[in-house]
């Protein structure tokens, strides 16, 4: 008889212990995870408290800070604390809508942008540098007005200058303030008008006032700003009498420039500046960056003696009923101009020789800039002696007789030009020295016409005193020709 049917029984878990026992182990990780980092995090912020003092350190070494500044302008501060790390994003939006306003010319919305981009990313020298070259190039040409122009290079300027509160002592924005006032204010197309400007604005700042704007006098603001950055050691300087607007300008190193000052004087400061920062700029070689300074110093030379001899022109060279009422100011602003040559002509020559004692290899490039300025030094020489000579013979209401003080004054001045022309052609010899064949060198073009001005100024000087003394008026066209290139 069979026993009993007998089933067999299953040794397969229950359907729910797996995924359990799945989750459990899931579980256990996660928190074995957790432990891994917060252990990693505890060990970083400990490892922290011994790391931030030297990273402060090192830190202060490469950008000091004002302890006085720690703290931070609001506007600066807001964004940092209620954006957080928002900014960039908000940063990048903003430079999008700058390039947009500025190909559709909205230019007050550009300025905003720009003042925004800063707040937002106020320790990026890149920022001021590329906004700042924006304003004072791109967007200065979009205008027709020489005044409109002049202002938004100055804008660009100080938007430098304030980029350099919060980024102290970086060579490459120190740079571009210094190109701007050489390759902008000093040598661009515009450069007639911007620098006679800059010289009246500093002559007149005596008119500026706060919160007050003149349109005529719309950049005396900018200016003041500029011209008092500490660097450049300028005081300005109360009037001599109450009579009278002018006569104030500013005083730098005991010397007073109470008629305006060349911006190449700015130029000269601010690349020095940066030669001086531990960090060089990195934009050029050294031996470019050092050539800058004795190249301020001949450019002012250059502006200088232009100066000079066309306010000269527009004195003398107009009908006596047009004569200028402020004739003692002009004498003085006048001999201000070949005093500043006469300092600054042997300051530049000992620049460039030891400029060209430590880089021989641009020699063929410094070695005719430095017998430029011996040039212009003769010229200023020449020219002061000339006007000297005018100015007797105005204050003698215009009476000339031979031997008197205004004949001897002209017969030195036609001395004086003759030296002028031997250091002009020892200038031409070097700049476009002669062919093989002693043919004159074709690329010398223009530079001829200032040979021939100097031979125009002798010509006329003998001319003037056969005349003048004959009790004729003379011919005083002979101041018109122009004996330096105000090109470069």
Request: proline letters at 7%; glycine letters at 6%; hydrophobic letters at 40%.
């Amino acid at each position: 008889m069979p026993g009993p049917e007998i089933k067999p029984t299953s040794t397969a878990p229950a359907k729910a212990q797996a995924p359990v026992t799945y989750v459990a182990s899931r579980q256990s990780r996660a928190r074995r995870d957790q432990l891994i980092y917060l252990s990693v995090a505890v060990i970083l912020l400990i490892g922290i408290f011994f790391i931030q003092p030297e990273l402060n350190r090192q830190r202060a070494k490469l950008v000091p800070v004002d302890k006085t500044q720690q703290v931070g302008d609001l506007l600066i501060q807001f964004p940092r604390l209620t954006l957080g790390g928002f900014r960039g994003l908000l940063a990048m939006t903003l430079w999008e809508d700058a390039e947009s306003d500025k190909n559709h010319h909205r230019w007050r919305p550009l300025e905003t942008d720009y003042n925004m981009i800063a707040a937002l990313e106020p320790y990026f020298g890149s920022a001021y540098i590329f906004n700042a070259w924006n304003q004072s190039y791109n967007l200065s040409a979009q205008f027709h007005s020489m005044q409109t122009k002049y202002k938004w290079v100055l804008d660009g300027l100080v938007y430098l200058y304030k980029g350099e509160h919060y980024v102290p002592n970086d060579a490459d924005m120190i740079m571009e303030e210094a190109n701007d006032y050489f390759l902008k204010l000093g040598t661009s197309f515009e450069r007639k008008y911007y620098c006679a400007r800059w010289r009246f604005d500093i002559a007149h700042n005596y008119e500026y006032i706060p919160g007050k704007i003149n349109p005529a006098l719309s950049t005396l603001g900018e200016v003041h700003f500029l011209v008092s950055r500490p660097q450049f050691k300028a005081k300005w300087l109360p009037p001599r009498s109450g009579k009278g607007p002018l006569g104030h300008g500013v005083e730098i190193n005991g010397i007073h420039y109470r008629y305006g000052l060349s911006p190449f004087y700015f130029a000269y400061v601010e690349y020095k500046r940066a030669l001086a920062q531990p960090v060089p700029p990195d934009t050029q070689g050294r031996q470019v960056l050092e050539s800058w300074p004795p190249m301020c110093l001949r450019l002012w030379c250059r502006d200088d003696v232009y100066y000079a001899q066309r306010l000269a022109y527009r004195i003398f060279g107009v009908p006596e009923k047009d004569f200028t009422r402020h004739f003692p100011q002009r004498i003085e602003e006048i001999h201000d101009c070949y005093r500043n040559v006469s300092i600054n002509a042997p300051r530049a020559v000992l620049a460039f020789t030891h400029y060209l004692s430590k880089f021989p290899d641009q020699w063929g490039v410094h070695h005719q800039h430095r017998a430029e300025v011996r040039y212009y030094q003769a010229l200023a020489l020449a020219e002061g002696k000339l006007f000297d000579a005018l100015v007797a013979w105005q204050n003698n209401n215009r009476r000339y007789r031979l031997g008197d003080q205004a004949d001897q004054l002209m017969t030195q001045a036609e001395t004086l030009f003759e030296n002028a022309k031997i250091a002009y052609n020892h200038w031409l010899n070097i700049a476009y020295p002669p062919m093989a064949n002693g043919m004159p060198n074709p690329s010398v073009g223009d530079e001829l016409k200032h040979r021939n001005a100097l031979d125009v100024r002798i010509a006329g000087i003998e001319a003037f005193r056969r005349t003048a003394a004959a009790h004729k008026m003379p011919n005083m066209d002979f101041l018109s020709p122009q004996t330096l290139s105000y090109s470069d």
